[in-house]
Each structure stands twice: as C-alpha cells, then as structure tokens.
C-alpha cells in the first residue's frame, strides 16, 4: 500500500513537472513573439522611409537641380518709320520696336552679360542693337523693348516691287543660372526669329520664333 502510494506521487510530481516544463515553454514563445513581431514592424518603417526620401531625393534632383536654357522670343514688332527705293537703286531704311521676352523656367535665377540682337536680310545682317545684362529672377519673364535703325542698300528688285521683305532677327544671352547658392552652371538663351515687312502698309507680319 506504501509502496503504491509512492509511486503514485512519483508519478504525478513527474506529471506536474512536465506540464510545469510546457505552460513555462508555452510562456516562453508567448513573450517572444511580440519581440519577433515589433521587429518586423521597424523594418518595414525603416524600409519604407528610405523608399520614400528616395523619392523626394529623386524629385528634388528633376525638379530643383535640373537646370534648362532660358526661352527668348520677340513677342510683338512693330514699324516706327519706313522709307525704301525702287530701280535703279532698290534699298530701304527702317526703324523697328521690338519686344523681347526672356522666361527662366530654372529654380535659380539667371544672370546674364550684355549680348547684341541683330536683324537681318538675305542672310546680311542690316541692323544692330545692344542688350544690356541683367538679373533674371526664378521662374520670373523678363520684357524689355528694343529699337533697332535698319538700312539696306543691296537689296533685291523683286522683293521691292512685291512689297514684301522676308527679315530674320538673332539674339543671345549668356550666363548663369545660380540655385540655392550652390548650383551655377552656364547656359544661353537664344532668339531665332523669321518676319516679314510690308512695305506699302509699314507693317510686320508673320513674326515666328522658335
């Protein structure tokens, strides 16, 4: 009777210490696996931060340090005062009034050197004018009028009697496009422009630029 009573107790201390073993064991993986879970989240967070300042960084290095050639035009021309001659001596003389438009499209501004627009007929440049430098503020269109004295004396009997006279005009601004006081890179901006001039009605038609 003792005996079997000790082994009873022999037996239920080993069934009490295995399941002691597994609840602990049971507790053990409970713990762990908030740790293993708070693990994962941090490095998806980590990895989706460093996916999104990639992003930024790309649009940063599209948008801010991308840097274009500013865009020059001449929006509108206009006669002052024409003169001009037939056979036996075809010529003639004009004064123009231009507007020129400068657009900085950069996130810098543009400072630019004095340049000189010119106005020419069969590919002979007929007149001149300076452009004096200036500053060209961010994402800013900067106007400024120009008078031009043309005179040409070579000029072709034909066109004269048509009364119509194909013109070309030229222009370039070099400088600098300075961002956040780091970036300053070189760049020009160039007008190419094609008109034509009535000589009976002193007036410009067809101005385009490209």
Do not use: W
């Not at 031009?148 to 009364?163: M, P």
């Not at 400088?175 to 008109?195: P, Q, V, Y």
């Amino acid at each position: 009777m003792t005996e079997e009573l000790y082994a009873d107790r022999r037996y239920l201390r080993r069934d009490d210490l295995e399941f002691s073993t597994f609840k602990h064991g049971d507790q053990a993986d409970q713990l762990s696996r908030p740790a293993r879970s708070t693990t994962g989240r941090c490095f998806v967070c980590v990895l989706a931060g460093f996916v999104v300042l990639s992003v930024v960084v790309l649009v940063f290095a599209a948008t801010v340090l991308r840097v274009k050639s500013p865009d020059a035009k001449l929006t509108s021309v206009t006669v002052k005062s024409l003169t001009y001659g037939g056979s036996p001596s075809p010529s003639f003389n004009a004064t123009l009034v231009a507007e020129m438009s400068v657009k900085n499209m950069n996130f810098g501004y543009f400072e630019f050197e004095s340049g000189v627009a010119n106005v020419r007929y069969g590919g002979v440049i007929v007149g001149k004018r300076r452009i004096v430098g200036g500053v060209l503020n961010a994402k800013g269109t900067m106007k400024m009028n120009i008078t031009v004295d043309l005179t040409a004396s070579n000029v072709s009997e034909i066109d004269v009697n048509s009364g119509v006279l194909e013109l070309g005009s030229y222009a370039k601004l070099r400088g600098r496009i300075c961002s956040m006081k780091i970036l300053k890179k070189i760049k020009t901006a160039e007008m190419n422009c094609t008109m034509t001039i009535n000589l009976t009605a002193a007036t410009i038609n067809d101005l385009l630029c490209k």
